[in-house]
C-alpha cells in the first residue's frame, strides 16, 4: 500500500526515466538452491495452532540444498522467471510468448478452477478492520528454505528500481503491478473483478502481495500462482515500514512473505486437479516470488541491502495512478497512465487489487486498448527487468525524494504507532 496517489502499483517500463541508470553489469549470478520436495501427507495438526512454525513440518530425509554451476549470459533471462523452478529454460527473445486459451482445461488454473470460482465475488473486496494481529510465522522448513532459495542479487539489479531501459530501441514495454497488501490488525480484500478484467484482455501482470494476505487468501492466492500470464511478488508480512523497524524485523518481514509463498504452492501441488494437469503444468508455477516492493515506498540503506541478500530487486513505480482515493475516477487513472507512458520505452506503474483500489478495474479497458494500438507490450516486472538495464535510484520515493518520510511517524509493523 502506498499513499493516496501511489496506491495504485501498475508496473510500465519507461526508457530514459529521469533518475540516474545504474552501469550495466554483467548478471553473473549463481545458479539458485534446489527447492526442498514436496513431503509425504502429514497426520492432522493436534498440537500448535495453524499457522505455527510447527506445522506441516518435512520429514527428517528431506533433500539437503545443492548449489549448481554458475550460469551464462545466455540464461540470465531463465535465471529471473525461473529462479528455483524446474521449469525448462523458454526462449529469451520474445517476452509475449504465446499463453494457452483460457478455456483450455489442460492448464493449471482451469484444472482447478471454475470460471465461477475465478470471477469471486463483489464481497471479495471487503476490508475487515479491528482484528487481532496475527505474528505467527510461517513453519521452520518454509522458512528455512526460503533462507537460501536465492543467490544474492546481482550489482546491477540493486537500488530501488524505478524504471527499466529496454535494450531493444524499438521495445515499447508496460509492467502493470497490484499491490495485496495487508496490514497488522486487519483482513484486506480481493478484487475479483479487476483480475477477471485483466484475464479477459489478455494482460499481464504482477501481484506484490503480503505474506498476511497471502495466508488469510489463500485461494486467491493459488488462483494468481496458476494463471501464465500473473507473477507473485512480495510485498512484506504485514506492510511494515521498512526504514524505521529494527533490522531483525526487516529480515522476518521479507522472508516470512517467502516462505508463506512457499506453503501455498505446495499445497497447491498436492491437489488432486494440479497432479491431474501434471508435471508440466505445476513446473510453470514460479518456486518463488523473484521481486520485492517497499511498503509506502520506503526503505534505506539496510532494507535494501536485506532485500538484495535475499535475492529480491527492489521495485518502485515511474507511475502513480492514484486509485486508494475515492475520488480518483477510473478517466483520471487511464490519464495518469498514458501520460505518463508518453515519451517513454518502459515504466513501472503502481496500484490496488486488495479492495482499496476504487476504480481500477474500469480504467483498465480505458486505457489498455489505447497503449496497444501505440504498440505497447504488456509484461511481468520479471520479465521487465530481463529485457534491459534497471534505472535504480539510492532512495525510495513515491514521485521525488523525500515525500513519503511522514510516513516514519505514522506506520511501523504494519499498524498505526
Request: charged share 20%.
Amino acid at each position: 500500500m502506498t499513499p493516496a496517489r501511489a496506491h495504485v502499483l501498475l508496473v510500465v517500463v519507461v526508457a530514459g526515466f529521469g533518475a540516474p541508470v545504474s552501469a550495466a553489469q554483467p548478471l553473473a549470478l549463481k545458479a539458485p538452491a534446489a527447492l526442498p520436495q514436496t513431503p509425504p501427507a502429514q497426520p492432522a495438526d493436534t498440537g500448535p495452532a495453524s499457522g505455527s512454525a510447527d506445522r506441516l513440518l518435512p520429514p527428517q530425509d528431506a533433500p539437503t540444498q545443492s548449489a549448481e554451476a554458475t550460469p551464462g549470459p545466455a540464461q540470465l533471462l531463465d535465471l529471473l522467471l525461473n529462479r528455483g523452478s524446474s521449469a525448462k529454460p523458454g526462449p529469451a527473445v520474445d517476452h509475449q510468448e504465446p499463453i494457452p486459451d483460457g478455456n483450455d482445461p489442460a492448464t493449471l488454473r482451469n484444472a482447478c478452477w471454475t470460471p465461477a470460482q475465478l470471477a469471486g465475488s463483489p464481497t471479495d473486496r471487503t476490508i475487515q478492520r479491528g482484528l487481532k494481529p496475527d505474528r505467527t510465522p510461517p513453519p521452520a522448513w518454509a522458512i528455512r528454505a526460503a533462507e537460501t532459495a536465492l543467490p544474492p542479487l546481482a550489482h546491477g539489479l540493486k537500488g530501488s528500481i524505478r524504471s527499466v531501459e529496454p535494450a531493444d530501441p524499438q521495445a515499447r514495454l508496460v509492467a502493470l503491478t497490484f499491490d495485496l497488501c495487508e496490514q497488522a490488525g486487519e483482513r484486506a480484500g480481493y478484487d475479483a473483478e479487476l483480475v477477471d478484467a485483466l484475464r479477459a484482455q489478455g494482460v499481464k501482470a504482477t501481484f506484490m502481495a503480503g505474506g498476511k494476505w497471502l495466508r488469510t487468501h489463500p485461494e486467491q492466492a493459488m488462483q494468481l500462482m496458476a494463471d501464465p500470464r500473473f507473477e507473485i511478488g512480495n510485498h512484506s508480512w504485514t506492510h511494515a515500514n521498512l526504514r524505521v523497524v529494527e533490522d531483525r524485523e526487516v529480515r522476518e518481514q521479507i522472508l516470512w512473505t517467502q516462505a508463506e509463498y512457499q506453503v501455498l504452492r505446495r499445497e497447491l501441488a498436492e491437489r488432486p486437479c494440479a497432479q491431474a494437469a501434471g508435471a508440466a503444468a505445476m513446473s510453470r508455477v514460479p518456486a518463488w516470488p523473484v521481486v520485492f516492493r517497499f511498503p509506502y515506498g520506503t526503505c534505506n540503506q539496510g532494507s535494501l541491502d536485506a532485500a538484495a541478500a535475499l535475492g529480491l530487486p527492489a521495485i518502485q513505480w515511474s507511475i502513480v495512478t492514484g486509485d486508494p482515493d475515492k475520488g480518483q475516477s477510473a478517466a483520471a487513472i487511464a490519464r495518469a497512465v498514458l501520460a505518463g507512458v508518453k515519451g517513454h520505452r518502459g515504466a513501472i506503474v503502481v496500484a490496488h487489487a486488495n479492495g482499496r483500489g476504487w476504480n481500477t478495474a474500469r480504467a483498465l479497458p480505458l486505457f489498455v486498448p489505447e497503449l496497444l494500438k501505440q504498440g505497447y507490450r504488456f509484461v511481468t516486472v520479471s520479465e521487465l527487468l530481463s529485457a534491459g538495464r534497471p534505472v535504480a535510484v539510492e532512495e525510495c520515493y513515491e514521485e521525488r525524494p523525500g515525500d513519503n518520510r511522514r510516513y516514519d511517524a505514522l506506520f511501523g509493523r504494519g499498524s498505526k504507532r
